[in-house]
Every structure is written in structure tokens, then in C-alpha cells.
């Protein structure tokens, strides 16, 4: 079990941040923000609580039991109740502490110990899940901004689609029917921004949510900007089997299931001595009136395993099998998060990559077809519906990179949590 942990901080140790290889988390904002929900997140708090609750169990469980102070009255006449007619009346006070075998503190101390560690991976668990979540919303309100922005330069164009078909429509060239499907175009991107609108403002109150209310506004940049490319171009992202190393090093959630390895361990050796006797010893004066001398008992006790067979023994072979349970589970989770990640990284991947074509040929693309298709409809070498359709397209591929662009953020926040760095630190 300690090789085991020590492998585990050797890799840890071995590894370099992956974060600082993606231009992602340099987004304007993004570091303060998340850094604010990790302080204020109540979730996250609560958790933060439990690891008190935790390591407050530590002392006490390898206290000493009570000592017991016991008063009475020994050989009193039940007819006279004449306390200085017998000799033998007296009135004992006698204190008692239980003993338990040594090693048994021990064992609790160290399976509470074990506890205390799994709840803090359990903490660092909810904080990296906290911590994706930020950054997933971070791009949510960027790319709801950024559609505003986009449907801004639409209706742009939409307005120099209109006042080109009137002007035709007024010198005869062009049937009326063009002006007012430009007019019509127009009208329902006005429709659209309704959408829009309630897009942003559901998208800041769930980023709001995280962070346990309302806060300061989180500036977001426009995602589908010039400047927001050359920084996705020099992202790195490391290869399956760099990522699987710091994985099983940092992830959270395995920590947490190597950490019940530990504490189902400790828990196996608390009860394979707990059939082991415990002593007590006791104390005992007992007073008598009349100038009688006073007596003194000292006593010694051991408690006896009788029921070691349908107590101790199986309840330490339960506490064997746990472990054995918390091995396989652990090796189960190591198997899940190497695909996890495997599919992560790759997921990572293909955004960068259809961002990337999306910049540098679907959209240049689009631009040039709108451009060149209103032009042509002004010297009247192409049907009015080919201008809308190159402007809708246009708008599409505006919108389709933002979109990427945020899926490729979240996407990013999800793989440092499966990591589990925390990068915002």
C-alpha cells in the first residue's frame, strides 16, 4: 500500500501542467472568474466543511474510552436503615478506565486519518467538476455575446440588401417582389433577436449560479475575432499517453478511490485485532462511618472474545472483502478514465482542427460569396434569393465558429478535470 501511494507522488511530480499548453484559459476574464466561483461556490464550500468534519474526527477516535466514577451504598439494614449498627455498611466510590489492546487506537486513528484524506479528494473532486463548469459557462456567455455581435453585422448586410433591391425596384430592373423579400429578411432577423437576447441572459444567470448570485459583470471576448485564432494555432496538446501519465496521478476521483483503498486497508487491520482483549482497571474506596477504617479495592479486568466466531472473525473477513471491493473499484475507475481521456483529447482535437478550417476556408469563403453575390445583383447577373442564401451562409459560418470556439473551452475545462489541474490557481 505505501509503493502504491508512492508511485502516485512520484508521478504526480513527474508531469507538467497541461493547461499552460492551450490559449484557452489566457481568455480575458476566464482566471478571475472561476478563481471567484471556487471561493464562493456553495457547493464547494459544503464539501470544504466535510474535510473539516473529517479531520475533527481524528482525535477523538483514537481517544481513550470514558473513565467511569461510580457512587453507592453497600450492606445498608433494610429495616433500620441504621448506617452505624453494621459493620459492613459503607458507601463505595470507585473510578474505572477502560484500557483498550495496544494497536487499537491506532488502527482508529489511521482509518480516520484515511477518511479525512478521501474526503479531501472528494473536495478536490467537486472542485475540479466546479472549476469545468465555470469555464463551460465562462463560453457560454461568450458565444451568446458573440451571436449578437454576428446578428448585428447580418442585419448590416440585410440593410444593404434592401436598399440595393429598391433602388432597382425604382429604376425597373428588379420586380417588386425582391424589395420585399429583403424587407422580409430583415423582419425576421429582428424575430431572431429575441432568441438572441434571451440566450445572453439566461446564459449569465447560469454563470452567475456558480459563483451563489449576482457579481460583477465577467467580461467576454468576441469568439469568432481575428485575435482569437492565432492563439488556438499554438495550443499543443499532448499526447494519450502524457495525458493518461498525469491522469493517474492527479485525477480527483481516483484519488478518492485510492484513498478508500487505504482507508478500507486500515480498516481491515482495526478489526483483524479487535478480538484482541481490552483491560480495565478500577478504584474503589469504600467509606464507613464511626470512626470505622476505610476500605481500598483495586481492580483489574480483561474482556473476553467469547463470541470471537460470530463476531470478530466475521466481521474481519467482511473488512477483507471490502478492501478487495475497493481494489477492483479503483482498477475499474483507471480503465474508465483512460478511455475518458483518450476520448477527451480526441474531442479536443477535431474542434481545433474544424476551427481552424472553419477560419481559414469556410468562412473567408462565405464572405467572399456574399460580397460578390450583391454585386452581382446590382448589375443584374444573379436572381435576388442567390444574395440571401450567400448572407444567410455567411451568418451561419460566423455563428458555427463561435459555437466550435466555445465547445473547444468547455471542452478544454472538461480535460484539466479529468487531469485534475488546477490550472486556475
Excluded: C
Excluded at 478506565?97 to 491506532?106: H, I, L, V, Y
Excluded at 455575446?145 to 432597382?168: D, F, N, P, S, Y
Excluded at 444567470?205 to 467576454?220: H, I, K, P, Q
Excluded at 478511490?257 to 469504600?286: E, H, K, L, M
Aim: neutral net charge.
Amino acid at each position: 500500500m505505501r509503493s502504491f501511494l508512492k508511485l502516485l507522488l512520484i508521478l504526480g511530480s513527474a508531469v507538467s501542467p497541461v493547461a499552460a499548453q492551450s490559449a484557452v484559459f489566457a481568455a480575458p476574464g476566464l482566471r478571475d472568474y472561476v478563481s471567484e466561483v471556487i471561493e464562493q461556490n456553495a457547493g464547494l464550500r459544503a464539501a470544504g466543511v466535510r474535510v473539516a468534519a473529517a479531520r475533527a474526527r481524528i482525535a477523538p477516535a483514537g481517544a481513550l474510552p470514558d473513565p467511569t466514577f461510580t457512587l453507592g451504598a453497600m450492606a445498608v439494614p433494610v429495616t433500620s436503615f441504621d448506617i452505624d449498627r453494621e459493620p459492613m455498611t459503607q458507601f463505595p466510590i470507585m473510578v474505572q478506565q477502560r484500557f483498550p489492546f495496544p494497536g487499537k487506537q491506532r488502527a482508529a486513528t489511521a482509518v480516520a486519518r484515511a477518511d479525512s484524506l478521501v474526503a479531501a479528494a472528494q473536495r478536490r473532486g467537486v472542485e475540479a467538476d466546479v472549476a469545468a463548469r465555470a469555464v463551460s459557462a465562462y463560453f457560454d456567455l461568450a458565444d451568446a455575446r458573440t451571436a449578437l455581435a454576428v446578428w448585428e453585422g447580418r442585419v448590416a448586410l440585410a440593410a444593404q440588401a434592401i436598399t440595393v433591391a429598391r433602388t432597382r425596384y425604382e429604376t425597373g430592373t428588379a420586380p417588386q417582389t425582391d424589395l420585399l423579400r429583403a424587407q422580409l429578411r430583415r423582419a425576421q432577423l429582428e424575430e431572431e433577436r429575441r432568441r438572441l437576447d434571451a440566450g445572453v441572459h439566461a446564459a449569465s444567470a447560469r454563470l452567475n449560479a456558480l459563483r451563489a448570485g449576482n457579481g460583477d459583470s465577467v467580461f467576454t471576448p468576441q469568439l469568432g475575432s481575428t485575435t482569437a485564432i492565432p492563439g488556438l494555432r499554438g495550443d499543443v496538446i499532448p499526447s494519450d499517453t502524457v495525458l493518461h501519465r498525469q491522469a493517474l496521478a492527479q485525477n480527483p476521483q481516483l484519488r478518492s478511490a485510492a484513498g478508500a483503498v487505504v482507508r478500507a486497508d486500515r480498516a481491515a487491520s482495526t478489526f483483524a485485532i479487535a478480538g484482541r482483549p481490552d483491560f480495565t482497571i478500577g478504584v474503589q474506596a469504600g467509606a464507613r462511618l464511626g470512626g470505622r477504617e476505610t476500605f481500598l479495592t483495586a481492580l483489574v479486568g480483561m474482556s473476553v472474545p467469547l463470541y470471537a466466531g460470530r463476531k470478530q472473525t466475521p466481521a474481519a473477513q467482511a473488512a477483507r472483502l471490502e478492501r478487495a471491493a475497493t481494489e477492483q473499484i479503483y482498477d475499474d475507475l483507471t480503465t474508465q478514465l483512460i478511455a475518458e481521456i483518450a476520448a477527451a483529447a480526441a474531442h479536443v482535437r477535431a474542434l481545433r482542427d474544424r476551427i481552424l478550417q472553419t477560419a481559414d476556408q469556410i468562412l473567408p469563403l462565405a464572405e467572399a460569396a456574399s460580397a460578390s453575390a450583391l454585386q452581382r445583383y446590382r448589375v443584374g447577373a444573379l436572381e435576388f434569393s442567390a444574395v440571401l442564401d450567400a448572407q444567410d451562409d455567411l451568418f451561419e459560418s460566423q455563428l458555427r465558429l463561435a459555437d466550435l470556439i466555445a465547445e473547444y473551452g468547455a471542452a478544454w475545462g472538461e480535460l484539466t478535470a479529468l487531469l485534475g489541474e488546477e490550472w486556475y490557481q
